[in-house]
């Protein structure tokens, strides 16, 4: 079955959400695609989104190759997803704080205990802890595909420290500066309030033991060198606070100061974007030298709030994804609205049989991998490469979930002077602090090459403006 | 503000403001080299690296002072901490870390200079592009005093802003005196010389108008060092260089409301040399006056270092 196309119908018709931006397509002929695609490398060139990766200790930066034709959503679609989202982010944080505490989904056996306790994401040093407002995944970044005209899916979710927003809103940024008449002919949902979500978000957490009366919020960062440290200082500037590395943070009598021209200031609420093992070398990983000594003890007494909370990494790990459905259930008594992907445990004996018999058909993944790496495709590798992989997993089967491939829609993208399909997936973003809140947007990942269902930027993905159309204008033509 | 942040703010001005200076030295070496065929002198690219600082790093990658290879050191190559280009690179580094705390327009400027230098490539440099670069450079390096001064609020980030590009220049004005007037007193050089080498010194400092507009069309060693020690007009002064640098170091008190060792270091600076004279100057000796003042306004940057970038410990001490 051919992989459902988000702009066209079968018969090659114009979607009627699409209706103004095929005209806007048809209206650029000879070169000018060609010079509107310049012109935007040139702007997101300047503006500054590069984001960097590591090659022989030399530091490249190169751009995210953005593409020109938006990825739609009517609103009745994103209702649906919307609801799906909130749902789904409401049940994982219910989860992570009964993980850490009295532990009822284990005790009512829908999740067997040796899954969480045994997990390397599980963080032992929050047991009996819970954060302001019990929430521990503040920020959440689902990977949303689609399969059909109605199915959407949930790929994976993201509760640590999901990236990619600042595209989404430099995408918009570009397309209304090089295109304005498509805002005003088509009624899109604007997303510049996310910063202002964000820091109320944050601020609505501050610890209760807080007497500033605007509580004192910075980004962690691991520094100027990490690939999303664009992103970390795009947000701090959107939000007017300070971004601030390990160094410019010190702990005394379990008070978080940070380091200022002058003097000395207490921080409140912490918005970090390195890795639970970084965070403070005196509770984690020792060698770190990008944390902040103390800021563990500073935080367990109250002083300080950490977002997303340490150990929220026990949510979107690959194997207990496969529960959501089940959190829902338990925790909200509600039916899930977005529907995970069918997923084998390769721990599982009969479930790693099916997967040795029907590689070809299957996608496996491994359990703590990210960024499209450790994954093997089944359709598009050959004898070779599934027997070594096939080796792997039999070594360390807990370590392998296996997903069928899925027919990711596509998109209408810019390929060397013409429009080709290629596929897409879509990640919102998710707030939950004293209430919970979707930004009217998200990232749309394209992957560039021909066939690939890798969308991620590292492995050559772009991205795309994602509009939310506003009631009135789903059935524009 | 973080402690790093005006450290950073600091050093992205000093860079720019060294930037400016190397092109504008190198454009007037230049400026001889195609005009002075006859001459038989020919020392105006080795007191380009005197003035630069960079002579003896130079000496050990060549072994010959000529334009190619000086042109070649102080504006492109990537070993030598202070050229151009890295100059650039610098400035766009100690600002990319902290794009928080610039404007969008005064980033724009510099990330765009950033991406055009990949263009002059050392490997298709030829000499006769070089005052094209040069220009480049210098406009580069005014638009983006322009979208500072335009877009920047006026707070502490516009102070230490100033400071790197006051104690720059300062630091910049009297290397170049210095080494001028090295060549200017040495036996070998005939009047005829003397006089093309005062104008090269304004030339560089981007003044040669603006002198003659003051003090007439002759150039006279005395009026040349009032121009470039005591005229306040003049914003290559030192005098108008330690002025500026006084004022965003009590503006730095005010703001933070706490007054620091940077405060009283520079009040002390503006007292000393206020009083002095051009006679007393030229009595003790110009060079030994210069590295006087080079010393103190060294002992400035230690100063203003210690106040504001070493971290909170210091900056919460109290200075009356």
Known sequence: MPAYNEMLNNNDSVRRPYGKVAKWIDSMHGNIFEEKHNEAKDLLKRIGITFSIYKQNDLNERLIPFDMVPRIFTSKEWDILEKGVIQRTKAINLFINDIYNSGEILKDKIIPPELIYKNKAYEPSMVGFTPPKKIFSHITGSDIVRTSNNSFMILEDNCRTPSGVSYMMQNREIMMRMFPSLFLENSISPIDDYPIFLRNMLSSVAPKKCNNNEPVIVILTPGSYNSAYYEHSFLADLMGIELVEGRDLFVEKDIVYMRTVRGRQKVDVLYRRIDDQYLDPLFFDRNSIIGVPGIMSAYRNGNITICNAPGSGIADDKAIYTYVPDMIKFYLGEKPILKNVKTWKCGNSQDLKFVKENIKDLVIKEVHGSGGHGMLIGQYSTKNQINLFLKKILKNPENFIAQPTLSLSTCPTYIKNSLEQRHVDFRPFCLQGDSIKICKGGLTRVALKENSLIVNSSQGGGVKDTWILQPKDNYAK | ?320
């Open chain 2, 1 to 320: 503000m973080l402690s790093r942040t005006a450290e950073n703010l600091y050093w992205a001005c000093r860079y720019i403001e060294r930037a400016e200076m190397l092109a504008r030295l190198i454009d007037v070496g230049y400026r001889i080299a195609i005009t002075k065929k006859t001459s038989k002198y020919n020392n105006e690219w080795d007191s380009i690296l005197s003035s630069s600082g960079v002579k003896e790093d130079f000496l050990e990658k060549y072994s010959e002072i000529n334009q190619r290879n000086v042109e070649k050191y102080l504006c492109f190559d990537k070993n030598n901490m202070s050229s151009i280009v890295n100059c650039i690179i610098h400035t766009r580094e100690n600002l990319r870390v902290i794009r928080t705390s610039i404007t969008r327009e005064v980033w724009d400027v510099i990330n765009s200079a950033f991406q055009e230098i990949e263009n002059f490539k050392p490997s298709n440099y030829r000499s006769s592009k070089l005052p094209n670069f040069l220009r480049w450079i210098i406009q580069r390096t005014s638009m983006l005093k322009g979208a500072i001064v335009s877009t920047q609020l006026t707070d502490d980030i516009y102070d230490f802003m100033n400071l790197g590009y006051y104690i720059e220049r300062a630091d910049n004005t009297i290397r170049i005196l210095d080494v001028k007037y090295y060549i200017l007193l040495s036996k070998d050089n005939k009047n005829i010389e003397n006089n093309y080498q005062w104008e090269t010194l304004l030339r560089s400092i981007a003044a040669y108008i603006q002198y003659r507009r003051i003090y007439g069309v002759n150039v006279d060693p005395r009026k040349i060092c009032h121009f470039l020690i005591f005229n306040k007009s003049n914003p290559r002064s030192l005098l108008y260089c330690a002025e500026n640098i006084n004022n965003h170091v009590n503006n730095l008190c005010k703001y933070y409301n706490q007054k620091s060792l940077a405060y009283s270091s520079t009040s002390k600076l503006l007292a000393k040399y206020s009083d002095v004279t051009i006679d007393e100057i030229f009595k003790t000796g110009t060079h030994e006056f210069l590295l006087d003042y080079m010393k103190d306004i060294d002992s400035l940057n230690l100063s203003i270092s210690s106040s504001y970038f070493d971290g909170g410990y210091n900056a919460s001490k109290n200075y009356t």
